[in-house]
T-cell receptor, first 111, second 108 residues
Framework: EAGVAQSPRYKIIEKRQSVAFWCNPI?????LYWYQQILGQGPKLLIQ????????DSQLPKDRFSAERLKGVDSTLKIQPAKLEDSAVYLC?????????FGSGTRLTVV | EDQVTQSPEALRLQEGESSSLNCSYT??????LFWYRQDPGKGPEFLFT???AGEEKEKERLKATLTKKESFLHITAPKPEDSATYLC?????????FGTGTRLTIIP
């Protein structure tokens, strides 16, 4: 079974620029999540999708972050404009009845 | 809202020296308690899920236990390859709240 694919692996941008991350979940997994993991902390849920509908985005900073999941498969997470405090690893995960699988993440550095 | 606290923040052990990691949480109820392992540059890898006080699960040198207010991850005779950050999380309706993790280093 292929894992959760994320790209890019690394991204360095200047503050106020925009950036987008891509995630391809495990085939057949209806639920997809984006987590933010700041260095030295545990992952924090940003948004949860069920198929292509949003289930929970209560912790997503909607003034600068947006996410979509077209056709209930791939997802993109966008930040515009980025701030220094957005430097983190952005993890995508998908789940089935058997549990969660995380991707390796995208490490974002905002300078 | 769930609060999940892990201790210690970091732990260095000699190879073969057994120990335990702690995970405590503030909200009881019908939520799962999850343990994950995270290696540098990778996403968390699932280890265990526990649901009921008194429940125990084992995998190789790891054993997870659960009480009403906390969970322990016991590591027996660890090897250098067990070095990683161990994360615990509480879950309800698939949403996970993570602790900050314990960074475990096993010295050969």
């Amino acid at each position: 079974e292929a894992g959760v694919a994320q790209s890019p692996r690394y991204k360095i941008i200047e503050k106020r620029q925009s950036v987008a991350f891509w995630c391809n979940p495990i085939s057949g997994h209806a639920t997809l999540y984006w987590y933010q993991q700041i260095l030295g902390q545990g992952p924090k849920l940003l948004i949860q999708f069920q198929n292509n509908g949003v289930v929970d985005d209560s912790q997503l900073p909607k003034d600068r972050f947006s996410a979509e999941r077209l056709k209930g498969v791939d997802s993109t997470l966008k930040i515009q404009p980025a701030k220094l405090e957005d430097s983190a690893v952005y993890l995508c995960a998908s789940s089935s009845a058997n549990g969660y699988t995380f991707g390796s993440g995208t490490r974002l550095t905002v300078v | 809202e769930d609060q999940v606290t892990q201790s210690p923040e970091a732990l260095r052990l000699q190879e073969g020296e057994s120990s335990s990691l702690n995970c405590s949480y503030t909200v009881s109820g019908l939520r799962g308690l999850f343990w994950y392992r995270q290696d540098p540059g990778k996403g968390p890898e699932f280890l265990f899920t526990l649901y009921s006080a008194g429940e125990e699960k084992e995998k190789e040198r790891l054993k997870a236990t659960l009480t009403k207010k906390e969970s322990f991850l016991h590591i027996t005779a660890p090897k250098p390859e067990d070095s990683a950050t161990y994360l615990c999380a509480r879950g309800i309706r698939e949403k996970l709240t993570f602790g900050t993790g314990t960074r475990l280093t096993i010295i050969p």
